[in-house]
């Protein structure tokens, strides 16, 4: 069963950091894009990062540029997301996603056709 899973998520202080990782073990990377979403409450799903399966090259929302750094590790079968400088903002449910590297918008979560389960980032003081 082809799967993503999530870890890494928790509370930090504002202004700490947090490494997300996804478990993609089912997945051959350079045919698929990785995407990164969040979910705050109250709030619509936000393409937040995503890393292109073709050349690896990443995609970032402009609230997190400069701050948060994707990457993958094709030999470990996992996709990371670094986030520092973290921000009460910042706090959602963070949800990994991959869709065929189709060169699709990075951050239409309807182009994605498997979604890990989430995990909590919660930023607060």
């Known amino acids: 069963q082809v799967q993503l899973v999530e870890s890494g998520g928790g509370l930090v202080q504002p202004g700490g950091s947090l490494r997300l990782s996804c478990s993609a073990s089912?997945?051959?990377?350079?045919?698929?894009?990785f995407g990164w979403f969040r979910q705050a409450p109250g709030k619509g799903r936000e393409g937040v990062s995503c890393?292109?399966?073709?050349?690896?090259?990443?995609v970032y929302e402009d609230s997190v540029k400069g701050r948060f750094s994707i990457s993958r590790d094709p030999a470990k079968k996992t996709v990371y997301l670094q986030m520092n400088s973290l921000e009460p903002e910042d706090t959602a449910v963070y949800s990994c996603?991959?869709?065929?590297?189709?060169?699709?918008?990075?951050?239409?979560?309807?182009?994605?056709?498997?979604w890990g389960q989430g995990t909590q980032v919660t930023v607060s003081s």
């Open positions: 890393i292109r399966g073709a050349d690896g090259s990443p």
């Open positions: 996603a991959a869709a065929a590297a189709l060169g699709n918008t990075y951050s239409d979560g309807r182009t994605y056709s498997y």
């Open positions: 089912e997945f051959t990377f350079q045919y698929y894009d």
